[in-house]
């Protein structure tokens, strides 16, 4: 399919930008003794993503700036991915140690920073592997899905030429992280299935070791 023709679809970038920006923010807010990275790098890391996401959208689709933003969006969910990993490390340290330097309220907030970046780090990643990446969807290329949603199977019920968007990603990675199992959606790799592991992992001891700890020590 020549240039001209795939500049003139592209997927909406707007709800990409908002969780980008919203990843930023909780990455920020991390108290420093929690925080893996320095401060600024944050905003730094959110520019860099957002400048390739947004260019995408102001100039339909350039072959250029679709790789820059892909390769934007990986680093931005591998840094994003690693800092949360290792502010869990952290909350858990601070817990199992009993350390008073962290009060329930800053472990609360943490963890919920922690969960909320988890799932937006999985979500992007979750829509830019996906049959190729968004553009690849958006014109059927046909490659091989990673995960199947029920519109697939629904031709009467779902839109004409239905296609998974990043809010459907976010919602897989939303559940995934808040069953930690399958709900609608059914992965069908290898790799599929190792992430959606990684992340209800990820989830999990958040939720259980960390936020049960925070509202047991708010309550006493």
């Known amino acids: 399919m020549d240039e001209s023709h795939r500049t003139l679809r592209i997927e909406p970038r707007w709800p990409v930008v908002l969780a980008i920006i919203s990843a930023v923010l909780l990455l920020a807010l991390l108290p420093g003794r929690l925080r893996f990275l320095p401060g600024w790098f944050p905003y730094l890391l959110g520019i860099v993503l957002v400048a390739p996401v947004a260019a995408v959208g102001l100039t339909a689709g350039s072959g250029r700036w679709l790789r820059m933003e892909r390769a934007a969006t990986l680093l931005f969910v591998l840094v994003t991915g690693a800092s949360a990993l290792a502010g869990l490390a952290k909350l858990i340290g601070a817990v199992v140690g009993k350390s008073g330097e962290v ?26 592997i996906d049959r190729g990446g968004p553009e690849e969807r958006v014109h059927g290329a046909g490659v091989r899905p990673d995960w199947l949603f029920p519109q697939t199977g629904a031709v009467d019920d779902a839109p004409p030429g239905w296609r998974p968007t990043y809010v459907d990603y976010l ?50």
């Open 103 to 128: 009060s329930g309220m800053q472990l609360l907030a943490s963890s919920v920073a922690v969960w909320v970046s988890n799932v937006l780090a999985f979500s992007l990643l979750y829509w830019h």
């Open 171 to 220: 919602f897989l990675a939303y559940s995934t992280a808040t069953a930690f199992s399958t709900t609608e959606v059914a992965p069908l790799t290898s790799r599929a299935k190792l992430l959606m592991m990684l992340e209800s992992t990820i989830s999990l001891l958040t939720m259980v070791v960390v936020a049960s700890r925070a509202i047991n020590i708010l309550g006493s």
